[in-house]
């Protein structure tokens, strides 16, 4: 081992929102609330708002009727996936010139290891944010410290635009005050169970001797429990996650009754996702279809197979064999084809 670990964890402020506001600056300073299909009467959730709709209680995951409720002023947008990816691409692109050993973490955060850079902690997270701002127009908060679990509880520690650096002594005088919700990995659940223990603070937490927490978190999680409060973790960063699945669908121009469209459609699908699959060098286990009625009534098949394939024969017989299991009984509006439970020849 080479010396103390630096992780760098970046997580973008209000993310789908700033992306929102970049095509419409009118919107700036004022509380912008961005979920579903952005109409606050009909069904749907809250992804995120800006600040200024925080500050009226909206938060993530409540139903979008009751941000209007607390809200009534507040600017309503429909989710637009497309659009916050192209945006991802693009500040997870700054991160990875700046150091190669990148786990993405979904859309809107990742770890970056640092380790390496012979420029301090600071130096660093402030040239990543200052490119991320040139190239994107976007703010995000930035946290360093010696392990995965610390920088992402830096990167929460002063949101929007934050920048805050951990060292192994800070554990006692900024970590331990906090409320052990604070701690990733730890919910509603354990956070109700350790208050029955009068555990409220992490450091409370750090007060609790492993065994007590074994006997009753169980041996994986007492002994995670009993580490995060110490600000111990030593996860890797993991650079390349294995797809999980691949597949392509197509919603037809009209909606079809016809038998040998459907069937074209299939085969074509088919044909697609295997040479996506042998581009790649993965094989399939699991071959599965979706199939979309006009009134939007969906329905899937699947089907595993005896080995894992990447011939278009194979996965097109399962496709058809998962049609065969479905009543046709009104006209379609989409078809796909899935293959899933992917690996490499070499890794299994
Ligand atoms: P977060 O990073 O949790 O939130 P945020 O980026 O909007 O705000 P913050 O400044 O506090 O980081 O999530 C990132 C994006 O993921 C968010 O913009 C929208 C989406 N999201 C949902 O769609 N549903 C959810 O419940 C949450 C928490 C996030
Ligand atoms: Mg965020």
């Known amino acids: 081992m080479s010396g103390a670990r630096r992780i760098l964890h970046l997580d973008m402020d209000a993310f789908f929102a700033a992306v929102e506001l970049l095509r419409r600056p009118d919107l700036k300073g004022k509380p912008v609330v961005i979920g579903g299909r952005g109409d606050p009467t009909r069904r749907g959730v809250v992804s995120t708002a800006t600040y200024e709709a925080r500050a009226f209680g909206v938060r993530s995951g409540m139903p979008l009727r009751t941000a209007?409720?607390?809200?009534?002023?507040?600017?309503?947008?429909?989710?637009?996936?497309?659009?916050?990816?192209?945006?991802?691409?693009?500040?997870?692109?700054?991160?990875?010139?700046?150091?190669p050993l990148m786990e993405d973490r979904g859309i809107d955060e990742a770890y970056l290891d640092v380790s390496a850079l012979d420029r301090s902690s600071e130096a660093v997270a402030r040239e990543i944010k200052q490119r991320i701002r040139a190239e994107t127009g976007l703010t995000c908060s930035i946290g360093i410290a010696p392990n995965k679990l610390l920088a992402k509880?830096?990167?929460?520690?002063?949101?929007?635009?934050?920048?805050?650096?951990?060292?192994?002594?800070?554990?006692?005088?900024r970590i331990w005050p906090l409320g052990v919700r604070k701690v990733p990995g730890i919910g509603p659940k354990t956070e109700g169970r350790l208050a029955e223990m009068s555990v409220h603070t992490i450091g409370e937490l750090a007060a609790v001797p492993v065994e007590t927490l074994v006997e009753e978190f169980g041996r994986s999680y007492g002994v995670f429990l009993y580490e995060a409060a110490r600000g111990i973790d030593e996860d890797p960063i993991v650079t390349h996650w294995e797809p999980k699945q691949r597949s392509r669908e197509t919603t037809f121009?009209?909606?079809?009754?016809?038998?040998?469209t459907i069937a074209r459609t299939i085969a074509a699908l088919a044909r697609d996702v295997a040479e996506?699959?042998?581009?790649?060098?993965?094989?399939?286990?699991?071959?599965?279809?979706?199939?979309?009625?006009?009134?939007?009534?969906?329905?899937?098949?699947?089907?595993?197979?005896?080995?894992?394939?990447?011939?278009?024969?194979?996965?097109r017989k399962a496709a058809f064999e998962c049609l065969g299991r479905l009543k046709l009984d009104?006209?379609?509006?989409l078809l796909g084809v899935r293959v899933g439970e992917l690996s490499r020849p070499d890794s299994t």
């Open 68 to 99: 209007l409720k607390l809200c009534p002023a507040a600017v309503f947008l429909p989710v637009d996936f497309a659009e916050y990816h192209r945006y991802s691409d693009r500040f997870k692109a700054v991160m990875r010139s700046v150091s």
């Open 276 to 315: 996506e699959l042998r581009d790649e060098g993965y094989r399939a286990r699991t071959v599965g279809i979706k199939l979309r009625f006009a009134d939007f009534e969906t329905h899937t098949r699947e089907k595993t197979l005896p080995e894992p394939v990447d011939a278009e024969l194979p996965i």
């Open 253 to 260: 121009q009209e909606d079809t009754g016809d038998w040998q």
């Open 153 to 173: 509880m830096a990167s929460e520690m002063q949101k929007p635009d934050g920048l805050t650096i951990l060292v192994p002594e800070d554990v006692e005088t």
């Open 330 to 333: 009104r006209r379609v509006r």
